[in-house]
């Protein structure tokens, strides 16, 4: 449950974490200001055509957006209903492109290697006695937990569709949340069985030590 890693030999697959990482915190703030709906489709374009790269795989991994498309699709009738539509737009495109964009890099990036990449670049708060370790953790498993959630989300809609012909709406709400904290629980106690932060991502050194 805490890896969603699509093996592969992709020029993806081969940057390096911290440029992908740095490529994503970028492209976000590139994406964030932009309020033209043609320009965010474009970008969201490109986007998709990144999972292409990834190929048939890659793009089976965006099945997920049934379940987001639920979200978004009511955070535009909102946004309509308030006589806002053209803000709902760009809303829109700028949550699918960000979205998808964190979920590539969880996609093409192995554990160990995001939490790497995540403790050299908070390795100066370490020196102020903050917990680096437990701080690129924290971080990584979001990014790995949120294409998860999404999916656990789409899966209980598909159930719920294949049931009852209907669509499941707000009664998908307690199933999520039992699945979620169960999911939780046992990421939890995986880490536990490996010594937590500690022990989830020894030191580089180490580990070319032990091999």
Same mark, same amino acid.
């Given at each position: ?66 379940? @987001? ?25 700028? @949550? ?18 995001? @939490? ?96």
């Amino acid at each position: 449950m805490i890896s969603v890693y699509l093996p592969g030999e992709t020029f993806l697959h081969r940057l390096p974490a911290g440029a992908k990482l740095a490529g994503l915190c970028l492209a976000t703030i590139i994406v964030l200001p932009i309020e033209s709906p043609r320009v965010l489709g474009a970008v969201l374009l490109l986007v998709l055509g990144l999972f292409a790269c990834l190929g048939r795989e890659g793009l089976r991994q965006l099945k997920f957006l049934r379940s @987001l498309s639920v979200l978004l699709a009511g955070l535009l009738a909102l946004h309509i209903f308030s006589g806002t539509g053209s803000a709902g737009v760009v809303m829109v495109l700028r @949550l699918l492109a960000m979205v998808l964009l964190a979920t590539l890099v969880s996609l093409t990036t192995k554990m160990d290697d995001l @939490l790497d990449a995540l403790r050299g670049v908070l390795q100066p708060l370490g020196r102020l006695g903050l917990p680096e370790k437990k701080l690129a953790l924290a971080i990584g498993l979001v990014l790995r937990f949120a294409p998860v959630l999404i999916g656990i989300g789409a899966s209980l809609g598909e159930a719920y569709r294949a049931r009852s012909g209907r669509k499941g709406g707000v009664r998908l709400i307690a199933p999520f949340a039992l699945q979620a904290l169960g999911s939780a629980d046992r990421v939890a106690e995986a880490l536990a069985a490996r010594g937590g932060a500690d022990g989830f991502a020894p030191e580089t050194k180490d580990r070319k030590t032990t091999l």
